[in-house]
């Protein structure tokens, strides 16, 4: 996918939050049909913030719809079946800000030389286990190439050290906005 135009992102960025309003309000919203950018297919990722603070995220790097009811389906899980946090109540919505990670095609990596910091995001799995980390996570918490690829084994449910013992590595980049 090409980069997208500042009116896709604040397209985008308006589905994810009236997509929460509706579900929140116990409203449907049906987002229009499109034909863009946004009609076609990748991978996408809704965090949402209040603050400095996570209160969600959820995303989907093999898409079954097209991008933009991707992120109204995203926006929805993560402000309502994130396990990590309580459910988003309606009341917080104005406080909350909305980030869209867009990500291009997974690569295998073969050279872990070649994965920049705040550039790819990685899948690590191994067997049943698959773990993924967006970019933008090994910079804010001040990873080096090591501690990335120990983390996103961790949140696969793997040791650590899995990366170095035959787990498949995949990067991928991301257009990231709110």
């Known amino acids: 996918m090409s980069q997208l135009s500042d009116k896709d992102r604040d397209t985008l960025l308006h589905i994810a939050r009236s997509s929460v309003h509706a579900f929140l309000a116990n409203e449907v919203l049906q987002p229009?049909?499109?034909?863009?950018?946004?009609?076609g297919f990748c991978g996408v990722f809704v965090s949402i913030h209040?603050?400095?603070?996570l209160r969600g995220c959820v995303g989907t790097i093999e898409p079954q719809?097209?991008?933009?009811r991707s992120?109204?389906?995203c926006a929805v899980a993560a402000a309502s079946r994130d396990t990590r946090f309580t459910p988003v109540q309606l009341f917080e919505l104005p406080e909350l800000q909305f980030e869209i990670s867009v990500l291009s095609q997974l690569h295998d990596v073969t050279d872990i030389g070649a994965i920049e910091i705040g550039v790819h995001g990685l899948v690590i799995s191994q067997g049943n286990a698959r773990g993924l980390l967006l970019p933008q996570v090994a910079v804010q918490y001040r990873w080096n190439r090591e501690q990335f690829l120990n983390e996103t084994c961790r949140k696969a449910g793997l040791p650590p050290n899995a990366w170095k013992q035959g787990a498949r590595i995949q990067s991928f980049t991301a257009e990231v906005f709110s």
């Open 32 to 39: 229009p049909e499109m034909e863009s950018d946004l009609a």
């Open 50 to 53: 209040r603050g400095a603070t």
């Open 65 to 68: 719809e097209s991008l933009y």
């Open 71 to 73: 992120v109204a389906g």
